[in-house]
């Protein structure tokens, strides 16, 4: 029993977790030895370490920042359509992304109208399990907000100053078959964060454990 299940136990605490959406900080999710997750994430506790909004025109979104046992840290969305599915993200790097994929098509992410099409040349030790053989670009330079307060229980400012959101253009391209992507937030200052993320089923996560 990893040290996560001996101190926060169910039976310590009067509060359920039965849903994704009521995880809170301090919050433990077990995730499933399912072959459809990477090696580095399969079979794995990870703690709710922050949760922040990132807000949009018409949807407010939750993330979960999940932080595991070898510190590996993780952020988890949700995909909300006809059906609910694990939005699990990974945050790589330069050296990823040059491995990943040619330097000059990922270019072509930021030109309009947003078409790009991306090949995977090979994977780094990072990406393995997370990445698809190609990518077709499906948003372009969507404006967003990114607050770091849980939208669950704290007001979100629309006003500029210290508790403002920071402004962001979001970029995603999916694989074909919409179960992988590569997102891209381009900061005001020109800071560029790049992601990985896997679309699965909520039954991945099959136990959680209240942290308070």
Known sequence: MSFFKKIFKKEKTHRQVSKVQDLLIGDIIVLNDSFGLPENIRHQQFQITAVNSYEFEQTVETEWVLTG????????????????YLKFSLKIQHQDVEALFDLDAFATIFDEPGQAFLEQKADSALSQGWSAEQYQQSLFAKVGYYHRKDHRSEKLSSYEGKDAGEQ?????????????????????????????TLYRPTTDIIDMYPGS
């Not at 046992?69 to 609910?84: P, Q, S």
């Not at 253009?169 to 790049?194: A, P």
């Open 69 to 84: 046992n070898n510190d590996t840290e993780l952020y988890l969305g949700l995909d909300i359509d006809d059906k609910t």
């Open 168 to 196: 962001f253009e979001l970029f995603r391209l999916l694989s074909e078959d919409q179960t992988r992507g590569v997102e891209l937030e381009v900061w005001q200052d020109g800071d560029t964060d790049v992601f990985l």
